[in-house]
């Protein structure tokens, strides 16, 4: 199945929550416009933490606490991946890269797996790797399914369970 092709086409809520985490933000995200995820968050209350890349919760750091600062953040790197140079087309090595086949709803409440396991191939001869996951947290307000906060940049491979028989 294409990457791009969303696999909960049978259940309109986990589609809606797809569409919103996988395709729109990868679509904005290569074309630099904010504007086309903006109503996908909810500003009150917004929180992004940082886990940079660490299992370990005591490493991980609010470097969101509100929606402009991760604005401003996600302009910035979408900024710096459109000059770079690549061999293919940077929307397909996105798609090709990410898969979300996890989301638990909970009434109004969601959490999304969004994972990254690629690399896209540069003109100069090295690769940007794209190896983490994040956990979006979201709400249905009005029918519609929106963000309120995220932890990003989360080993893809979290090793086991903490939890013993």
Avoid at 18 to 30: E, H, P, Q, S, T
Avoid at 102 to 117: M, R, T, Y
Wanted: glycine share 8%; proline share 2%.
């Amino acid at each position: 199945m294409s990457s791009q092709v969303n696999p909960f086409h049978n259940n309109a809520e986990k589609s809606q929550i797809w569409n919103m985490l996988v395709k729109r933000d990868i679509v904005a995200f290569v074309t630099q416009d904010w504007n086309m995820v903006a109503c996908d968050f909810i500003q009150e209350g917004f929180l992004g933490i940082d886990a940079k890349g660490s299992n370990n919760p005591d490493d991980w750091a609010i470097n969101f606490p509100t929606l402009a600062i991760y604005r401003d953040e996600w302009l910035r790197q979408a900024a710096e991946s459109a000059k770079t140079k690549y061999t293919e087309d940077r929307t397909d090595g996105i798609f090709r890269a990410t898969t979300l086949e996890q989301i638990d709803i909970n009434g109004n409440s969601a959490v999304a797996h969004k994972k990254f396991d690629g690399s896209i191939q540069r003109t100069d001869g090295g690769a940007d790797i794209l190896h983490w996951q994040t956990l979006y947290f979201c709400r249905k307000e009005d029918s519609i399914w929106k963000i309120t906060g995220f932890i990003g940049y989360l080993p893809l491979d979290m090793g086991g369970s903490a939890l013993s028989d």
